[in-house]
């Protein structure tokens, strides 16, 4: 499988290229050059496969000779070493806990299998790596969490100051070592933009080797896949596909699933489940994108006014809209109507949903109410104790604390502040 960038599309690479590089130069996103048919057996059968069967053969095609066979099982099988349940929460509506991974949040998933391929191919080339990623909350824990002490590779985490959970933040500025953590004055899209300006620097890129974790990077966007399939996996009625709604704020995770349906993935529609943050539901709406500047909301790993992953969604339907319409929709939730979903949800159902989860349970609820007779899944992204101070506001009693929570709360804070400028940036990773 070779890669091409979206902004050029006759320069392609293989999966460790674009793995190692993170963005083409030109600054474009990469994208597979053939979109795999997954064998019909595989879906068919799917209750007959193992997670870590199902996983190989959605992720082989993209991953080609770059990794042998006997290392791409292991790196698989370490990735999805942890439950995904599928748990029922109304008659039409179960939930896909994504939450169980080291950093209590389904981008382990990606991160994981990153770090692993990342430092598979720097093994023997006895060069540093420095992974730059932005953070609008729960990317940075499972990156330093995933890279923690991997040989060759340093990483640096830009996260907006303030706006980030304390657990949230806990997960990126505690580890050391080879990860280091910029709390940054601005929002989400200021560090995202500082990101993009720096693998575009000459000076930084003849310095260091950069390269980038975010869901932009493949080896993050596409094992993502996994779960949508694990989800089909253990739903009931296969005659009947789901449902899917997503909690979307840099659109990775859905345009996964989007990618996986094109493989062969049985699902009625798919949802992207926004908050505040409604560039997406508006172009649906009327066609017109624009991005615009990210709102803070309670839901804040989905703050992004310009969402990254779109342009490859774009590119899975060939930029046709009315395709694009026919299989998704979208929801903006408000701040107001995620409160009123996490205390309704638990006093109605006994569940207790996230903030991101409750926004893609609305959007889910909303859709099936104009869509009598269908069913469906939404992604619970994040454990709830991440969120605990809107959570137990809501539901007036107290998240138990997992233990590696209740770890990290007696750790100290370390990370160095800096100005929403690029020179700052610039600076830190020359000094
Ligand atoms: C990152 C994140 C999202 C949004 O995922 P995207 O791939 O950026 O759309 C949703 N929920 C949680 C908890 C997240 O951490």
Redesign the pocket.
């Known amino acids: 499988m070779r890669y091409y960038s979206l902004n050029h599309p006759a320069e392609k690479v293989s999966f460790k290229e674009a793995t190692i590089r993170g963005q083409a130069p030109d600054k474009g996103l990469y994208f597979p050059e053939q979109i795999p048919v997954l064998p019909a057996d595989l879906i068919k059968n799917i209750s007959a496969h193992s997670h870590e069967d199902i996983a190989l053969q959605v992720i082989r095609p993209y991953v080609g000779d770059t990794i042998p066979e006997n290392e791409l099982r292991r790196i698989v099988s370490e990735t999805i070493d942890f439950p995904f349940p599928l748990v029922p929460v109304t008659p039409g509506i179960s939930s896909l806990e994504l939450f169980h991974g080291p950093t209590l ?3 382990d998933v990606g991160a994981r299998f990153m770090s692993r391929c990342l430092g598979y191919f720097v093994k023997d080339t006895h060069q540093e790596v420095t992974v730059l990623v932005a953070t609008s ?3 940075g824990g499972a990156v330093a969490s995933g890279f923690y002490d991997v040989e060759g590779v340093n990483v640096v985490i830009l996260y907006p100051s303030g706006k980030v959970s304390s657990v949230q933040e806990l997960q990126l500025t505690t580890l050391g070592k080879n990860i280091s953590a910029l709390e940054v004055s601005g929002t989400f899209d200021d560090c995202q933009r500082m990101v993009k300006t720096a693998f575009a620097d000459p000076d930084l890129n003849r310095a260091l080797f950069l390269t980038s974790a975010n ?1 932009i990077n493949v080896a993050r966007w596409l094992p993502q896949q996994f779960y949508y399939f694990f989800a089909y996996r253990a739903w009931t009625e296969k005659a009947h596909p789901p449902v899917i709604s997503v ?8 345009c996964a699933g989007l990618l996986a349906h094109r493989s062969g993935l049985p699902a009625q529609h798919f949802i992207a489940a926004c908050n505040a943050n409604d560039t997406v539901p508006s172009f649906l709406q009327t066609g017109q994108y624009s991005t615009r500047p990210a709102i803070p909301t309670l839901s804040n ?2 703050d992004v006014g310009d969402p990254s992953n779109f342009v490859r969604i774009l590119e899975i339907f060939a930029h046709e809209f009315s395709s694009l319409k026919k299989v998704l929709s979208s929801y903006s939730i408000t701040d107001e109507e995620t409160r009123a979903t996490i205390r309704d949800v638990y006093k109605k159902y006994h569940y207790l949903a996230d903030p ?1 989860g409750a926004v893609g349970f609305l959007a889910l609820e909303k859709y099936l109410a104009g869509h009598p007779g269908e069913k469906g899944i939404f992604l619970e ?2 454990h709830p104790v991440k969120f605990y101070d809107a959570v137990e506001s809501e539901t007036g009693e107290k998240v138990p604390l997992p233990d590696n929570v209740k770890i990290l709360l007696g750790k100290e804070k370390i990370s160095t502040k800096i100005s929403p400028d690029f020179s700052a940036l610039k600076n830190f990773l020359l000094a």
């Open positions: 949040a389904f981008k909350g729960d990317t869901s909690p979307s704020g840099n659109f990775g995770n859905i790993a989905m991101h992204t994040a």
